[in-house]
């Protein structure tokens, strides 16, 4: 198993630009989760999925779309890039409490926004 | 609004003392979630609490659960080097694993 795979590792975007985050995972999790890190913020949560063709919104969603498809896939995207989104993103998947509650946590994309 | 509130975030430590970081939160939630981030790494799952009065052990770590006072612990005994790292605690919102609030994380740094 792979687990939780993102893409790209690093970008760097100018102000305005759009792209899309990728994340996919092989362990058949039904919950999905994409989080920000800043300097001294923790993580935050932007949007989550508890199933394919389910979404809502998290602490910080504005400026971000989900969309899922697939059990697999949960791509994260940024509509008009701000610098306000550099940070560092992680996606997380996670199988129905009470059966693990341990969340799986991918390598995370480093975004930086000039 | 579920707020999480670690402390100390600055932690020196020589090797070989004890310490404990301390994990609070401003809601009623049953569960837990400790973990480990090295420089530039993603996060790695420590222990998740699931219930009051619950503790767990691994190595030089324990990390312990009581929801009356909405306070959990990460205890350091003996510290050595290797543990140097971020650790970061996380709460359920609504129950759900998927949606956790978390503290903004203590930098552990021991010292020979």
């Known amino acids: 198993n792979a687990g939780v795979t993102q893409t790209p590792k690093f970008q760097v975007l100018k102000t305005g630009q759009s792209m899309t985050l990728q994340c996919a995972q092989d362990?058949?999790?039904?919950?999905m989760s994409w989080y920000r890190q800043d300097p001294g913020m923790g993580l935050r949560l932007i949007h989550y999925s508890v199933g394919a063709g389910i979404t809502d919104q998290g602490e910080v969603p504005n400026g971000y779309n989900v969309s899922r498809s697939t059990t697999e896939d949960f791509p994260l995207r940024l509509l008009s890039a701000a610098p306000s989104q550099t940070s560092v993103y992680f996606c997380a998947s996670s199988y129905s409490t009470g059966v693990s509650y341990e969340q799986y946590f991918g390598p995370g994309t480093r975004l930086t926004v000039t | 609004e579920l707020k999480v509130e670690q402390n100390p975030l600055f932690l020196s430590m020589q090797e070989g003392k004890n310490y404990t970081i301390y994990c609070n939160y401003s809601t009623t939630s049953d569960r837990l979630y400790w973990y480990r981030q090295d420089p530039g790494k993603s996060l790695e799952s420590l222990f998740v609490?699931?219930?009051?009065?619950a503790v767990k052990q691994e190595g030089r770590l324990m990390a312990s659960l009581d929801t009356k006072a909405r306070l959990s612990t990460l205890h350091i005994t003996a510290a050595v080097h290797d543990l140097s790292a971020t650790y970061f605690c996380?709460?359920?919102?609504?129950?759900?694993?998927?949606?956790?609030?978390f503290g903004k994380g203590t930098l552990l740094t021991v010292n020979p």
């Open positions: 362990m058949n999790h039904e919950y």
């Open positions: 996380a709460v359920d919102r609504g129950g759900s694993n998927y949606k956790l609030t």
């Open positions: 609490l699931l219930s009051n009065g």
